[in-house]
């Protein structure tokens, strides 16, 4: 039997049945059924936030610290628990469920530590017997909007600085994950937040999301999702002249030269095109080899897709999990058939798989042939789809690898320091990988990207601060 989950409104759960979600691995499993809220909660949401930020804002470093230590202690206590409900929710596998959960204790964690840290400055004045003191000061009421590829790790990346620098919160998780949504918030909850702190709406982005744009008591908004969303997010914020962030898509390259190290390589190329399912913004979808290498890279890589266990999410042994539902693995399949239509040549996979369970299995796909002017090198597929693209040398690679309207991540495949280097410098992302796989961060360092990836200041880390706080200077006449 399932457990109808509600939505938190002011302290109370609150709303009626209105929406299940399925196991992407089996569509005949019910995860669980979760209440939809309407704009009118959205509302309700968004007053009562407003109502806690003055208490919040002036609550001091000990009363955040506990919540959040405590929070990161449930989480890492449960972790095994919570992984598998993300896995069995959004497809991933449980290896990386639990990682990933274990990763958003990690940053509660951080985020816990930081609330013992914030300092400010004081310097004289120019005018003699004048102070000047500057401070950081939450913004206030911030949204919180969240896609369904990482149910957990994104909103404890937007949820525990939020709280940490005194704002107070209303969290619209993606429809797809509610049950990781649920779960942080029923933890946060039960740690100890005041009433109206943390509000969580589920619902649809059309309704909940919209309201929360519409709303002149959101002070900023945090957003991951997709470039379109993204858009709107920046259009209404700029109405309402609020703060707002926005991570979204990427087309991320991974070069490899003729000097890289293949096993190197093809463990890059298959981590961060293929792992998650390709569901990751981070992902590397433009594979960029070097003529002297391009043929060894892509048979070795070829030959590795062909023993990846591709399964269900549930079962130890899988390797990678189903596609997250039926729109996107239409999506995936659509994109198969345009880069064929655009002449790319499909070296391996992109077929539906049968498994033992109904379930959105595809098998990882790779195009050999193609040219950085196709659409499928220059569109987020957002799925186990990768292209390679032949380039003559390591100037046409970088030339290569920045020509796209992303900046998220890129990587670099090479055993020379000079290339290395270079590629470090020049390559227009927010974060460069060299011998690593794009996708895979720490969670103590900036996170985001450049162009079209990528708005407002970085999330994570101490950079963090930049957006949940805004910062005052107080002029103080001592006589
Ligand atoms: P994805 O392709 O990752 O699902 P979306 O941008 O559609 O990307 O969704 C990301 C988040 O944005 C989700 O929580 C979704 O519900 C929300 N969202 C969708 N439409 C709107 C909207 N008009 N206003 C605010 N949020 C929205």
Same mark, same amino acid.
């Given at each position: ?113 930081? !609330? ?160 998650? !399912? ?130 998220? !991540?890129?990587?670099?495949?090479? !055993? ?64």
């Amino acid at each position: 039997m399932t457990v109808l989950r509600k939505n938190l409104i002011d302290g109370e759960w609150l709303g009626e049945a209105g929406s299940r979600n399925i196991n992407p691995s089996n569509t005949n499993d019910v995860v669980g059924e979760y209440a939809s809220a309407g704009p009118e909660e959205a509302k309700q949401a968004i007053a009562a936030a407003k109502a806690a930020f003055p208490a919040w804002s002036r609550s001091g470093p000990l009363a955040r610290h506990a919540v959040l230590k405590k929070t990161s202690d449930e989480i890492m206590a449960r972790k095994d628990e919570i992984g598998r409900s993300l896995a069995r929710e959004e497809g991933k596998t449980l290896a990386e469920g639990v990682g990933e959960t274990i990763r958003a204790a990690q940053l509660f964690d951080f985020f816990a530590g930081e !609330t013992l840290r914030l300092s400010g400055e004081m310097v004289p004045s120019v005018r003699p017997g004048v102070g000047v003191e500057m401070t950081r000061e939450g913004v206030g009421v911030v949204g919180i909007i969240t896609p369904w590829n990482f149910p957990i790790a994104i909103p404890a990346w937007k949820i525990a600085p939020a709280l940490a620098y005194g704002n107070t919160i209303v969290f619209k998780p993606a429809e797809l994950v509610p049950e990781s949504a649920w779960t942080i918030v029923d933890i946060l909850h039960r740690a100890g937040l005041p009433k109206g702190v943390l509000n969580l709406v589920m619902g649809k982005g059309s309704v909940v999301g919209q309201a929360m744009l519409d709303s002149p008591d959101v002070n900023a908004i945090s957003f991951t999702g997709s470039v379109g969303t993204g858009k709107r997010v920046a259009a209404a914020s700029v109405e309402h002249m609020r703060k707002f962030q926005l991570e979204m898509g990427g087309k991320n390259p991974l070069v490899v030269l003729d000097d890289a190290d293949l096993g190197t390589a093809v463990d890059c190329a298959v981590n961060g095109a293929y792992f998650s !399912t390709g569901q990751r913004c981070t992902a590397s979808s433009r594979l960029i080899v070097t003529e002297g290498i391009h043929d060894r890279f892509v048979d070795a890589v070829k030959e590795r897709l062909d023993k990846l266990v591709i399964g269900d999410a549930l079962d130890a042994k899988t390797q990678i999990g189903p596609v997250v539902d039926q729109t996107q693995l239409k999506q995936d399949e659509d994109y198969i058939a345009i880069g064929r239509q655009e002449g790319a040549e499909l070296a391996f996979g992109g077929d539906r798989l049968e498994r033992g369970t109904p379930g959105f299995y595809l098998q990882p796909a790779l195009f050999v042939g193609s040219s950085n002017a196709m659409r499928i090198s220059r569109e987020e597929i957002f799925g186990p789809v990768a292209n390679v693209i032949r380039v003559k040398d390591y100037d046409e690679a970088l030339t290569v690898a920045n020509d796209t309207p992303f900046g998220l !991540t890129s990587g670099i495949c090479t !055993t020379s320091l000079k290339h290395a280097t270079h590629f470090r410098r020049n390559s227009e992302a927010g974060m460069v990988m060299v011998n690593l796989p794009t996708a895979g961060v720490d969670f103590h360092v900036p996170f985001g990207g450049r162009k079209g990836s990528s708005y407002g200041p970085r999330e994570q880390g101490r950079y963090a601060m930049e957006f949940y706080t805004t910062v005052k200077t107080a002029y103080t006449f001592a006589g």
